[in-house]
């Protein structure tokens, strides 16, 4: 069964600074999605990557996958506070006959905080 | 129009009511979704309609029941809920098939069970 961990759960960072989210994935995947969600609000996706050395980039955000290390991470640069939410990760399990599930399964999720 | 729609926003129900939350897309998906989700925690799958066919159910209450009417609308009938079943539902659709599709989500429900 397919778990997914995120780390770390909580990040406080200092505006201009770099920093990165992990986001591990325990068994095959086809594809890992990035959301971000604000209080008491719904999810908004981010990123969706399809395969092995995928990187994408929007403004201060990067996501890339590794496949075989089974390992996502979402890169800040030089944050700010309007970056300030909660981001979940989630991985699509692959489908044992080669076709692929319906559902996602997300991680613990990482509140980002960013400080003046 | 990239956009889920979900009402009620708000939800208070007792124990012995009956009510249902009701969830649109117009975009043309075949897939529908519905996630509960606690505070601070991830959302978490509860049923998946593919062309109007439940194809997922994470083993939810049977005081859960869902209903996909159409392939534009779907809805969570609730019965005998307890107060632990409050949280935020929220509803997703995605364009179906095996494809590279995202979800997308809807603004929720928050539910609060007295």
């Known amino acids: 069964e397919l778990k997914v961990e995120q780390n770390p759960l909580f990040l406080s960072m200092q505006e201009g600074k770099n920093y990165t989210i992990y986001c591990n994935y325990s068994?095959?995947?086809?594809?890992l999605y990035w959301y971000r969600q604000d209080p008491g609000k719904s999810l908004e996706s981010l990123f969706v990557l399809l395969s092995n050395g995928a990187v994408k980039q929007e403004g201060r955000l990067m996501a890339s996958l590794d496949t075989k290390a089974r390992l996502s991470t979402l890169h800040i640069t030089a944050a700010v506070h309007d970056l300030s939410a909660t981001y979940f990760c989630a991985a699509r399990p692959a489908h044992p006959y080669g076709g692929a599930t319906n559902k996602l399964i997300f991680g613990t999720g990482t509140l980002l905080a960013v400080q003046p | 129009d990239t956009e889920v729609t979900q009402t009620p926003k708000h939800l208070v129900m007792g124990m012995t009511n009956k009510k249902s939350l009701k969830c649109e897309q117009h975009?043309?998906?075949?897939?529908m979704y519905w996630y509960k989700q606690k505070a601070k925690k991830p959302p978490e799958l509860m049923f998946v309609?593919?062309?109007?066919?439940?194809?997922i159910n994470e083993s939810v209450p049977s005081r859960f029941s869902p209903e996909c009417p159409n392939s534009s609308l779907l809805n969570l009938h609730l019965h005998a809920l307890q107060p632990e079943d409050s949280a935020l539902y929220l509803c997703?659709?995605?364009?179906?098939?095996?494809?590279?599709?995202?979800?997308?989500f809807g603004p929720g429900t928050r539910l609060t069970v007295t």
């Open positions: 997703a659709s995605r364009a179906g098939g095996l494809g590279n599709y995202e979800q997308y």
């Open positions: 309609y593919s062309y109007e066919k439940l194809s």
């Open positions: 068994t095959t995947s086809d594809r």
């Open positions: 975009m043309g998906h075949r897939a």
